[in-house]
T-cell receptor, first 113, second 111 residues
């Protein structure tokens, strides 16, 4: 069974660069979530989609962050321009139905220099 | 008040001990509840869902107290491999769906 697949696993880039994180949810799951985790703030929900439609993006920190889900099997989270304070682990998760457990990908460890 | 609160710990317990964690939530519209464990530098993994009547999975027991708005996780006969951070998750439903993770409780089981 393929789980949630995220890429890249690690990303190191200089501030000001555009960063694109990718996620493939579990097939058949209709909810997709993007989270950011830091030591200081814990796990924060950035945005979630239902059937490819963004439902709640109130957690997106600012206009530099954007997320898309062009189809049921792919989503991106983009940061442009990136800043050192964006350094964190970014997780993607998916679930089948709102009340069902979320399954997480391995995460992308992002470092902005 | 935070929407979901957990004691950050760490809880240091000897092998074989019983340990319990609580997680309080503030939104009375919360409908579904889960416990996840997260190992260092890994993704959160589902430990168990929490049902209204309480549920057990081996050494793990989860309880829900709607009146006092908290969920609990009990671990019996602690193993070294139980050392991890335990996160509670609360979801509301209805007009405004929201999911919130607690900040986690760190457990260290000591030989």
């Amino acid at each position: 069974d393929a789980g949630v697949i995220q890429s890249p696993r690690h990303e190191v880039t200089e501030m000001g660069q555009e960063v694109t994180l990718r996620c493939k949810p579990i097939s058949g799951h209709d909810y997709l979530f993007w989270y950011r985790q830091t030591m200081m703030r814990g796990l924060e929900l950035l945005i979630y989609f239902n059937n490819n439609v963004p439902i709640d993006d109130s957690g997106m920190p600012e206009d530099r962050f954007s997320a898309k889900m062009p189809n049921a099997s792919f989503s991106t989270l983009k940061i442009q321009p990136s800043e050192p304070r964006d350094s964190a682990v970014y997780f993607c998760a998916s679930s089948y139905g709102w009340n069902q457990p979320q399954h997480f990908g391995d995460g992308t460890r992002l470092s902005i220099l | 008040r935070k929407e979901v609160e957990q004691d950050p710990g760490p809880f240091n317990v000897p092998e074989g001990a019983t340990v319990a964690f609580n997680c309080t939530y503030s939104n009375s519209a919360s409908q579904s509840f889960f416990w996840y464990r997260q190992d260092c530098r890994k993704e959160p993994k589902l430990l168990m869902s929490v049902y209204s009547s309480g549920n057990e999975d081996g050494r793990f027991t989860a309880q829900l107290n709607r009146a006092s708005q908290y969920i609990s996780l009990l671990i019996r006969d602690s193993k070294l491999s139980d050392s991890a951070t335990y996160l509670c998750v609360v979801r509301t439903a209805g007009g405004y769906q929201k999911v919130t993770f607690g900040t986690g409780t760190k457990l260290q089981v000591i030989p």
